[in-house]
Nanobody
Framework: VQLGESGGGLVQAGASLRLSCAAS????????MGWFRQAPGKEREFVAA????????SFADSVQGRFTISRDNAKNTVYLQMNSLKPEDTAVYYC????????????????????WGQGTQVTVSS
């Protein structure tokens, strides 16, 4: 599975951005999808995940209530809608895919994910 993120950029605090991740080369609906981020000097951290069908989602506490994750299996694409952005959201955001046997599986750990995109930079100025 190949993954490609888009939609990053430079915004002011309080603004919104929507990231997209297009998948190819696999059966998209067989994968749970996740978003992670990595700020300079920090570990890559979990942001959000969505199950194969989109019926279940999970978020990091730091983004709960501000970010939403969705997917369109017909378009092989997963989205991360980011609202009320804060300077601490500044990071490279990575899309990841995890083969999931369970329809409601929403993995939260990096080791669950076997496929990763190249990342897209999100910078939030204060």
């Amino acid at each position: 599975v190949q993954l490609g993120e888009s939609g990053g950029g430079l915004v002011q605090a309080g603004a919104s951005l929507r990231l997209s991740c297009a998948a190819s080369g696999g059966s998209f609906s067989m994968y749970a999808m996740g978003w992670f981020r990595q700020a300079p000097g920090k570990e890559r951290e979990f942001v959000a995940a969505i199950s194969r069908t989109g019926g279940s989602t999970s978020f990091a506490d730091s983004v709960q209530g501000r970010f939403t994750i969705s997917r369109d299996n017909a378009k092989n694409t997963v989205y991360l809608q980011m609202n009320s952005l804060k300077p601490e959201d500044t990071a490279v955001y990575y899309c990841a895919a995890a083969f999931a046997s369970g329809l409601s599986s929403i993995p939260r750990y990096r080791y669950n994910y076997g496929y990763w995109g190249q990342g897209t930079q999100v910078t939030v100025s204060s």
